[in-house]
Nanobody, 114 residues
Framework: QVQLVESGGGLVQPGGSLRLSCAAS????????MGWYRQAPGKQRELVAS???????NYADSVRGRCTISRDNVKNMVYLHLNSLRPEDTAVYYC????????WGQGTQVTVSS
Protein backbone atom coordinates (compact mmCIF):
# COMPACT_ATOMS: atom_id res chain seq x y z
CA GLN A 1 0.00 0.00 0.00
CA VAL A 2 1.26 3.48 -0.90
CA GLN A 3 -0.10 6.71 0.50
CA LEU A 4 0.74 10.05 -1.06
CA VAL A 5 0.58 13.55 0.40
CA GLU A 6 1.19 16.60 -1.76
CA SER A 7 2.30 20.01 -0.56
CA GLY A 8 3.67 23.24 -1.93
CA GLY A 9 0.74 24.64 -3.84
CA GLY A 10 -0.45 28.19 -3.53
CA LEU A 11 -0.97 31.48 -5.27
CA VAL A 12 1.81 32.66 -7.54
CA GLN A 13 2.09 35.48 -10.03
CA PRO A 14 2.51 34.82 -13.74
CA GLY A 15 6.14 34.21 -14.51
CA GLY A 16 6.80 32.89 -11.04
CA SER A 17 8.02 29.52 -9.85
CA LEU A 18 6.79 26.84 -7.53
CA ARG A 19 7.99 23.54 -6.15
CA LEU A 20 5.46 20.85 -5.40
CA SER A 21 6.38 17.98 -3.12
CA CYS A 22 4.87 14.53 -2.77
CA ALA A 23 5.65 12.43 0.28
CA ALA A 24 5.10 8.72 -0.16
CA SER A 25 4.63 6.24 2.64
CA UNK A 26 4.81 2.50 2.29
CA UNK A 27 7.42 0.09 1.16
CA UNK A 28 9.09 -0.39 -2.20
CA UNK A 29 8.74 3.25 -3.25
CA UNK A 30 11.77 2.99 -5.50
CA UNK A 31 10.09 0.52 -7.85
CA UNK A 32 7.12 2.77 -8.54
CA UNK A 33 6.79 5.03 -11.52
CA MET A 34 5.66 8.40 -10.21
CA GLY A 35 3.73 11.13 -11.90
CA TRP A 36 2.18 14.53 -11.46
CA TYR A 37 -1.22 15.18 -12.96
CA ARG A 38 -3.39 18.26 -12.90
CA GLN A 39 -7.05 19.03 -13.28
CA ALA A 40 -8.41 22.46 -14.05
CA PRO A 41 -12.07 23.35 -13.47
CA GLY A 42 -14.24 21.81 -16.16
CA LYS A 43 -11.37 19.88 -17.69
CA GLN A 44 -10.14 16.32 -17.55
CA ARG A 45 -7.21 15.31 -15.43
CA GLU A 46 -4.04 15.37 -17.51
CA LEU A 47 -0.51 14.14 -17.10
CA VAL A 48 2.02 16.89 -16.41
CA ALA A 49 5.18 14.87 -15.90
CA SER A 50 6.30 11.38 -14.97
CA UNK A 51 9.45 9.68 -13.80
CA UNK A 52 10.21 5.98 -13.93
CA UNK A 53 11.88 3.93 -11.24
CA UNK A 54 15.08 4.30 -13.25
CA UNK A 55 14.81 8.07 -13.45
CA UNK A 56 13.60 8.51 -17.02
CA UNK A 57 11.31 11.50 -17.35
CA ASN A 58 8.45 12.50 -19.60
CA TYR A 59 6.69 15.85 -19.87
CA ALA A 60 3.51 17.16 -21.38
CA ASP A 61 4.09 19.48 -24.32
CA SER A 62 2.38 22.28 -22.40
CA VAL A 63 5.05 22.30 -19.67
CA ARG A 64 8.15 20.99 -21.42
CA GLY A 65 11.02 23.36 -20.83
CA ARG A 66 9.29 24.95 -17.84
CA CYS A 67 9.04 21.94 -15.61
CA THR A 68 11.32 19.42 -13.91
CA ILE A 69 10.25 16.26 -12.13
CA SER A 70 12.64 14.54 -9.76
CA ARG A 71 12.59 11.89 -7.07
CA ASP A 72 14.53 11.02 -3.94
CA ASN A 73 14.26 7.31 -3.27
CA VAL A 74 15.94 7.67 0.13
CA LYS A 75 13.40 10.19 1.38
CA ASN A 76 10.48 8.69 -0.57
CA MET A 77 9.78 12.04 -2.18
CA VAL A 78 8.83 13.25 -5.62
CA TYR A 79 9.15 16.89 -6.66
CA LEU A 80 7.78 19.03 -9.43
CA HIS A 81 9.49 22.31 -10.17
CA LEU A 82 7.37 24.67 -12.24
CA ASN A 83 8.86 27.79 -13.77
CA SER A 84 7.54 30.62 -15.91
CA LEU A 85 4.08 29.89 -14.61
CA ARG A 86 1.08 30.93 -16.68
CA PRO A 87 -2.57 31.45 -15.73
CA GLU A 88 -3.40 28.29 -17.69
CA ASP A 89 -1.26 26.30 -15.24
CA THR A 90 -3.93 26.94 -12.61
CA ALA A 91 -5.25 23.58 -11.47
CA VAL A 92 -5.29 21.05 -8.68
CA TYR A 93 -2.08 19.05 -8.95
CA TYR A 94 -2.11 15.39 -7.98
CA CYS A 95 0.71 13.00 -7.26
CA UNK A 96 0.35 9.48 -8.64
CA UNK A 97 2.15 6.23 -7.94
CA UNK A 98 2.00 3.47 -10.51
CA UNK A 99 3.38 0.08 -9.59
CA UNK A 100 2.13 -3.03 -7.79
CA UNK A 101 -0.76 -0.79 -6.79
CA UNK A 102 -1.86 2.57 -8.08
CA UNK A 103 -2.38 5.44 -5.68
CA TRP A 104 -3.34 9.12 -5.77
CA GLY A 105 -2.75 11.95 -3.38
CA GLN A 106 -5.45 14.36 -2.29
CA GLY A 107 -4.16 17.15 -4.52
CA THR A 108 -2.74 20.61 -3.97
CA GLN A 109 -4.14 23.78 -5.52
CA VAL A 110 -1.93 25.93 -7.73
CA THR A 111 -3.32 29.30 -8.74
CA VAL A 112 -1.44 31.53 -11.14
CA SER A 113 -2.83 35.02 -11.06
CA SER A 114 -1.77 38.61 -10.66
Amino acid sequence: QVQLVESGGGLVQPGGSLRLSCAASGSMFSIYAMGWYRQAPGKQRELVASITSGGSTNYADSVRGRCTISRDNVKNMVYLHLNSLRPEDTAVYYCNANGPVRAWGQGTQVTVSS
